[in-house]
C-alpha cells in the first residue's frame, strides 16, 4: 500500500466517534494498519480494510497490554499512538461535583494517557 505510513502501525483510542474516528480513517488512507479502539461500538462500521476495531478502555491496565501484545504479535510493535479517548465529565459546579465523576475524567484523561505512554513506550525505543 503506497502512502506516506505505509505498513506504520497505529494505535488510536476513542476512535469510534469523532477526531478518533477521523484521525482513524486519514491514518488509513496513508496507509497506515490501523488499531482504532474505543469502550463503545461505532454506530457505523469501518469501510477502509486497513482499519481494524477493537473494544478497549483506556483506564485499563488488561485492555493497554492486550491490545499492545496484538499488535506486536502481528506487526513487531506500535509505530504510533495517539491517545485520543477523553472525557468532558460532568460539567457541574465544584460544590455539586461528586467524586465518582471526578475519579472517571482522571481514570480516562489522565490516567488513560499514563497508561497507554508506559505501555508502548519499551518497545517503541527497541524498534527505534
Ligand atoms: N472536540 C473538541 O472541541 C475538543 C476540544 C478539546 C479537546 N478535545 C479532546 O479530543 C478528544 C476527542 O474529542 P471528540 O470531540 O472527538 O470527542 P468524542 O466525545 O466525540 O469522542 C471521544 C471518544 O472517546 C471514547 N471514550 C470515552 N471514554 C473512553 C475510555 N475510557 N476508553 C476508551 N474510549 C473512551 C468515547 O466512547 C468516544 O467515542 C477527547 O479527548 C476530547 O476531550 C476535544
Given at each position: 500500500?503506497?502512502?506516506?505510513?505505509?505498513?506504520?502501525a497505529?494505535?488510536?483510542?476513542?476512535?469510534?466517534?469523532?477526531?478518533g474516528r477521523?484521525?482513524?480513517?486519514?491514518?488509513?488512507?496513508?496507509?497506515?494498519?490501523?488499531?482504532?479502539?474505543?469502550?463503545?461500538?461505532?454506530?457505523?462500521?469501518f469501510l477502509?480494510?486497513?482499519?481494524?476495531?477493537?473494544?478497549?478502555?483506556v483506564?485499563s491496565?488488561?485492555d493497554?497490554?492486550?491490545i499492545?501484545?496484538?499488535?506486536?504479535?502481528?506487526?513487531?510493535?506500535?509505530?504510533?499512538?495517539?491517545?485520543?479517548?477523553?472525557?468532558?465529565?460532568?460539567?457541574?459546579?465544584?460544590?455539586?461535583?461528586?467524586?465518582?465523576?471526578?475519579?472517571?475524567?482522571?481514570?480516562?484523561?489522565?490516567?488513560?494517557?499514563f497508561?497507554?505512554?508506559?505501555?508502548?513506550?519499551?518497545?517503541m525505543?527497541?524498534?527505534?
Open positions: 500500500m503506497a502512502g506516506q505510513l505505509a505498513g506504520k497505529v494505535l488510536i483510542t476513542g476512535a469510534a466517534r469523532g477526531i477521523a484521525a482513524a480513517e486519514l491514518f488509513a488512507s496513508e496507509g497506515a494498519i490501523v488499531f482504532a479502539t474505543d469502550v463503545n461500538q461505532p454506530a457505523e462500521p477502509d480494510p486497513n482499519i481494524r476495531f477493537s473494544v478497549m478502555d483506564a491496565e488488561a493497554w497490554r492486550d499492545v501484545q496484538t499488535i506486536k504479535d502481528r506487526h513487531g510493535g506500535v509505530d504510533v499512538l495517539v491517545n485520543n479517548a477523553g472525557i468532558g465529565g460532568s460539567q457541574l459546579a465544584l460544590a455539586d461535583e461528586n467524586l465518582g465523576d471526578w475519579n472517571r475524567v482522571l481514570d480516562t484523561n489522565l490516567t488513560g494517557v497508561l497507554g505512554m508506559r505501555e508502548v513506550l519499551p518497545g525505543r527497541t524498534n527505534k
